[in-house]
């Protein structure tokens, strides 16, 4: 049965994960494989003065123990950085070297000092406790607002202030002229939390190196194995393409924090060359606490100019962003242009300047996580818009509807350099006020005043910029990657369809979306469909996943291969129908001649190419197997409107979310079942940010304070409802398929409509704003605090 | 993980015998603290005592006026007792909701209770039921048995058998859990037979404790109004970032209110 | 080293292992039996869940030793001749996985609540997967999976 666009196929990857049959990285242990165990830094900041690893040299079971000199002897370099971005002045950020293993100095609790590799991880374990390394103990900086104060501790003595870049994107004489003139100015002081990412699969590696051909191969828990091959071949390992590998197997989540090339893949693959065994690393996940990149981390003040009817003239922002101890690979891009670039939200505001500083600080590196940059510019948006309605006393869907972007607007240019292709907020906040029963809302109000309950509705129409694109924009912005993807319909002899794509599913169903994309245009079932992902050896090229791009940018690379595919197939049924090319027409699976029943089954034309007795050799090479790099014309922008209903009890200041509903616009939807389960995801994540989740260091010393699930809130499934979701489709107008991209939507949407749904329930106490996460302490304060003001 | 010896004694002589002298070895009840403890190498014991297969240890019976519970009686298997939900419903209660049902089906009573985390619920529960430890050496009236934080009355080769839980005229529990840990932030324990009430308070403090001044206050009047005006003192409660001393002297206050509610 | 023997699916298995090794090494490093997983260090993400002669307990929480002489099922023991067990098939039909690293845990827990509890609410399901964390689906469709598989099991006189 062919599994067009639109059907809620099941998941075909499913019966191997519901069977224990995945293979991930931890379950794949290859012959001979030693295990490693890293050394970290127990100090957020100190100097090292000596690594002295003889007597864990002589431990039971231990082959060898590397530290810093030895890479530097062996000649690695340093972890590439792969965005760079200019300051307002034009000077280049500051780029310290990032070392594999730390070098002379330690920049944050975890930070990878040794690597221990014994025969068995408990000897590696064991001998890693015997390696004495001497610190000395520096001050250190954790707080984004603390470290560019003056006098503090440098992260760097070569980067005054911690500042690595001081950018900024608008014009600002226009925006402080409207601010100053404006009828209405709303002023907000705002902190977006750092998070922790999470994926249930802590990272693993395995380095391996065949003596015989030189070649090395990585197998490793990460989202993009080209870009991995690529920045550790070429830049720390100098190892060229051809002689490495780099295996994704399947992936257990990654939430953008599989997408950085990690010092444990260089150091693990490197190790394996040396020693001629492969060498296994997996994380145990109080490892992952303090070596995965974190995310969020902003500290803003941001100001927005109103008239007097509520239309918006002007917005300011000023972030500083927490980069952490080194530039992980997307770091300086996503305060920056995967940000501030989005200040313009879902609005017509005329003019917009935002300035962003990236700021080093003794923790764990922060870069992209689910939504990466637009979460923070859409909680910050609509928590300011939201503030603007409460004190311009407007019904804040009214004064939404206000500032919208027409419908009829498109393609809108904004102030903030993306232009919109498409959208209709309009709809989508219509179907989210409806679904959540908006009209109704003030009974329920009431109804739960009665039971001692405060209640509050809250919205957020977000936007988001996904499949970061184009290339040659990219590249002018700092972009040191193409930003293009690749796929190859392999078309095999008997008819059956080999797809083999440079995205990597590592949960959001890939292998049955794309092979919907597959049957839709060949007319075949799914089951004679294979999607390929996640080995360099098997994958002509790819960029990866993340940003929400793979069916935008992987899928028209496929779909423009399956337009080769049936081109070709077209010439080859031409020539078995003795008809012209022009003649065929392709549908349901067949080669027809137009207007006659003369036809040839797609099967029948796929052996053709490949026993080509009766074939035109002189013009058309034999084979059915067609590749495709496609470079987007722009971003894709989805947008919605989420809509979320909390109660807050008085005496724990617990909030407890009574309902939540979504509106969508993904552009065209391939497979509705696996888009609701990205928007559940997503929205659970962004739920768990505004509620739950915190990343914390102790202000004095550095420390992690949440370095486990005993203290890092993860979202359970007692801490969420059932989600109402909905989506309405307005088609991208600038890639094949009209796909827009789902998988971050919810981490954007959620985290100001619970916001706005909390300070509406607190607003008759006159609590105006609260930072994430509304901990139940921290509402209790507010409420505490506003009725002693109130008695006083 | 560092590694022991392990042994699977079959009765608690056996047993006490196998710790005798050991200073560094470790009973194991329902190894739910103590394996974690040793995977993250907090631990080193040279040998692991498993309790698991002595089977006097286990069982729950109805004794007089009060439930017995053998010490290796299961979470699980507290909470789904017609014996204890007939008897003290509230108990039954409080085992339902310690950790989650993996960790209900392997953590015990008497693991439980001789860990004396300060965030465990069953010290609560011990406290205001005016609960009896008994061991293999003598009987502990709960007021005697919780030392300090994970300190208890227990000798070093003391094994606790059973706990001797004397059945109220009515009492419930009531939880704040830790919002990412799940264990209680705040957990109190009511507990009235005939005029007296007694108030166990779990989580707050290093140790569990008894929060007399509610008990005064409830013995004369077994309402939620009773006690709105006790205060908590936050002095030496803990704190860390999930809730200072002051929210949770707020919390003993509201848990208490509401645990009075519940048990009508 | 101590030898243990433990039935795991079904089948009689010894082995020598140290008096350190954790249940769910003695099933993924002795065994091969890769399917239950290990996501923390503490106990609270649900990944390992196995079945114990009928309950469910966390395989990362209980040395090999321990579990001498007993039956355990792994997510691997679920499927019976080719078949999927009802609540696996519900999970399927339900999109209850994405990336399918906690799903052989929380398969194996819901199990288990639909063995003591035949007809769970949503509230009751919820509150059963405190101990099983998932990062990817918000847990709406394994809500509603485990509500279907539960049935199933129910009707299928499981």
Redo the contacts between chains.
């Keep these: 049965m062919s599994a067009p666009i639109g059907a809620p196929v ?2 075909k ?12 990285t ?2 794949i242990n290859r012959p001979g494989q030693l295990h490693a165990v890293f050394v970290r830094s127990p100090h957020a900041h100190a100097e090292i003065v000596r690594v002295e690893a003889s007597a864990a040299k002589s431990a039971p079971g231990v082959v060898a123990i590397y530290s810093s000199a030895d890479l530097v002897a062996a000649g690695l370099g340093t972890l590439p950085c792969g965005w760079a971005v200019k300051s307002k002045d034009g000077s280049p950020m500051a780029e310290p070297p990032h070392p594999v293993l730390a070098q002379g100095r330690v920049r944050h609790v975890g930070d990878p000092v040794a690597i221990v590799i014994a025969e068995s991880r ?1 000897q590696a ?2 001998a890693s ?1 015997r390696v004495v390394v001497d610190y000395r103990p520096l001050p250190s900086v954790s707080a984004v607002d603390e470290a560019v104060k003056p006098g503090k501790p440098l992260v760097y003595d070569s980067v005054p202030g911690n500042i690595c870049y001081d950018w900024h994107i608008g014009e600002q004489a226009p925006v402080d002229a409207a601010i100053a003139k404006a009828a209405h100015v709303v002023r907000l002081d705002i902190v977006n939390n750092r998070l922790i990412p ?5 990272r693993a590696y395995i380095g391996e190196f065949d003596r015989g051909t030189g070649d090395y191969t990585l197998y490793t828990t990460c989202q993009n194995p080209h870009a991995i091959r690529l920045l550790m071949g070429a830049f720390v390992l100098h190892l060229p393409e051809h002689k490495l590998r780099v295996v994704a197997p ?4 990654g ?1 953008g924090s599989k997408i950085y090339h990690y010092a444990e893949e260089a150091a693990v693959t490197w190790a394996a060359g040396q020693l001629g065994r492969p060498v296994k690393w997996v994380a ?3 490892e992952s606490f303090v070596s995965d990149a974190q995310g969020r981390d902003h500290v803003t003040h941001a100001e927005l100019a109103l008239d007097k009817d509520g239309k918006f003239l002007a917005l300011k922002v000023a972030t500083l962003a927490n980069l952490g101890g080194y530039i992980s690979t997307f770091a300086p891009a996503v305060p920056t242009y995967l940000y501030a670039t989005l200040l313009a939200g879902t609005y017509t505001t005329p003019a917009i300047y935002a300035e962003v500083k990236g700021v080093f600080t003794h923790t764990v590196p922060v870069d992209a996580y689910r939504g990466a940059g637009r979460p923070e510019a859409s909680y910050l948006i609509e928590r300011i818009v939201d503030q603007a309605a409460r004190a311009l006393k407007l019904d804040p869907a009214e004064l939404r509807r206000r500032n919208f972007i027409a419908t009829t607007a498109y393609p809108y240019q904004t102030p903030v350099a993306l232009a919109y292709d498409s959208g209709d907020y309009f709809t989508t906040l219509d179907m989210a006020l409806k679904d959540a029963d908006y009209a109704g809302f003030e009974q329920r109000r009431a109804a739960a005043g009665r039971q001692g309950k405060l209640r509050g509705l809250g919205m957020a129409s977000y936007i988001e910029a996904c499949g970061v694109a184009p290339s040659a924009v990219a590249g002018a912005l700092g972009a040191r990657a193409g930003l293009y993807e690749v796929a190859a319909v392999r078309v095999n002899p008997t008819g059956s369809v080999t797809v083999l794509t440079g995205t990597h599913s ?4 890939h292998e049955t979306t794309f092979a919907q994309l597959v049957s839709e245009r060949l007319g075949m079932p799914v089951e004679n469909i294979d999607v390929v992902h996640g080995d360099t050896a098997r994958i002509p090229f790819g960029m990866g996943t993340y940003g929400s791009r793979s069916l935008p940018v992987g899928g028209s690379a496929l779909v423009k291969a399956l337009d080769k595919v049936v081109n070709k197939g077209k010439k080859i049924a031409a020539h078995l129908l003795e008809a012209a090319e022009a003649d065929i027409e392709f549908k349901d699976g067949k080669f027809t001649v137009t207007g006659t029943d003369r036809a040839k089954a797609f099967g029948e034309i796929a052996f053709a190419a490949y026993v080509p007795h009766n074939y035109p050799l002189d013009e058309l090479e034999p084979g059915l197997d067609e590749a495709a790099f496609y470079d987007p014309k722009n971003f894709t922008f989805p947008s919605g409107t989420h809509v979320c209903e909390v109660e807050i009890d008085q ?2 200041g617990e909030v407890r979310i009574v309902a939540f509903t979504a509106a969508d616009d993904f552009g065209r939807i391939v497979n509705p ?2 888009v ?2 990205q928007v ?6 962004g739920i768990g940010q505004a509620l ?1 989740e915190e990343c ?1 260091y102790d202000r004095a010393s550095g420390q992690l ?2 370095g ?13 409802p ?2 109402k979701v909905a989506t309405h489709g307005t088609m991208c107008t600038h890639n094949p398929l009209g796909v827009k991209g789902c998988g971050e939507a ?1 981490a954007i949407g959620a985290p100001g409509a619970v916001m706005n749904a909390v300070l509406d329930a607190l607003a008759p106490l006159g609590i105006t704003h609260i930072d994430m996460p509304a ?3 921290k509402i ?2 507010a409420m505490a605090s506003r009725r002693t003001a109130k008695a006083a | ?3 022991f010896e392990y042994q699977q004694p079959k009765s608690v002589a056996d047993a006490a015998k196998a710790i005798a002298g050991k200073a560094d070895a470790k009973l194991m009840a329902g190894g739910m603290t103590l394996i974690p403890t040793l995977k ?2 907090l631990a080193k014991p040279t040998d692991v005592v498993d309790l698991g297969k002595i089977a006097d240890l286990k069982g729950i019976k109805k004794d007089g006026n009060a439930i017995v519970i053998g010490a290796m009686t299961r979470h699980a298997d507290v909470a789904s007792s017609d014996v204890v939900k007939g008897a003290i419903p509230a108990l039954a209660d409080l085992a339902a909701h310690i950790g989650d049902p993996a960790v209900r089906n392997r953590g015990t009573c008497g693991g439980s209770i001789a860990n004396n985390d300060p965030a465990a619920d069953y010290p609560a529960g011990v406290l205001a039921l005016n609960a009896t430890i008994v061991t293999n050496k003598r009987k502990i009236a709960a007021d005697d048995f919780f030392k300090g934080m994970f300190e208890t009355a227990l000798a070093a080769d003391e094994i606790i058998t059973a706990v001797s839980f004397p059945i109220p005229e009515k009492a419930a529990y009531m939880k ?1 859990p ?4 799940r ?1 209680a932030i705040v957990g109190v324990f009511v507990a009235k037979t005939g005029p007296a009430v007694r108030v166990g308070v779990t989580g707050a403090a290093p140790s569990a404790f008894r929060q007399k001044d509610m008990e005064a206050a409830l013995s004369k009047s077994f309402t939620g109004d009773a006690i709105k005006d006790v205060k908590q003192p936050q002095n030496g409660l803990n704190a ?5 001393a002051e ?1 949770r002297a ?2 003993v206050g ?1 848990m208490a209110k509401r645990a009075v509610a519940k048990a009508g | 080293m101590p030898s243990v023997t433990i039935t795991v699916n079904g089948k009689k298995q010894t082995a020598n292992v140290e008096n ?1 090794t954790l249940l769910v090494q003695f099933l ?1 490093e002795h065994l091969g ?10 106990s ?2 649900g ?1 390992c869940v196995v079945n114990i002669d009928g309950y469910s307990a966390k395989s990362c929480t209980m040395l090999a030793v321990q579990v001498e002489g007993a039956n355990v099922t ?3 023991g ?2 019976k001749d080719g078949k ?1 067990h009802p609540m ?1 098939e519900a ?3 339900h ?1 209850g ?8 845990g929380m ?1 194996m827990s819901a199990v288990d609540l639909a063995t003591v509890n035949k007809n769970p609410s ?1 509230t009751d ?3 059963w ?2 101990g ?13 999976a485990i509500k279907a598989g539960a049935e199933a099991m129910a009707r299928g006189g499981k």
């Design positions: 099941r998941r990857e499913d019966h191997r994960f519901l069977t224990g049959r995945g293979t991930y931890d379950d408990d374990q064991e406790e999470n994926a249930m699969e802590p399947d992936v257990g989540g939430f145990e996940r109080s590592h949960g959001q169903g005496d724990t079942m696996i609701e389960g559940h995801g997503g929205l659970a994540q739950l914390r304070l949440t486990s699930y005993m203290d890092y809130c993860m979202p359970r499934a007692d801490n969420l059932s989600f919810g901990s139940p302490e209790w304060r | 993980m560092y590694n993250q190498r704040f830790n919002p990412a840990s264990y860390d970032i999930h809730a200072s929210y707020h919390l509201v | 350190r993924r039996l890769t399917g239950t997983h290990v996501g923390c260090d503490t609270q993400c990944a792994t997510i691997e679920l499927a999927l696996q999970f399927r039909e999109h996985l994405q990336c399918g690293f906690c799903t052989p398969v949503e399901i919820r509150h997967l405190e099983n964390i998932c990062r990817c689906t918000g847990y709406h469709n394994i809500v509603k």
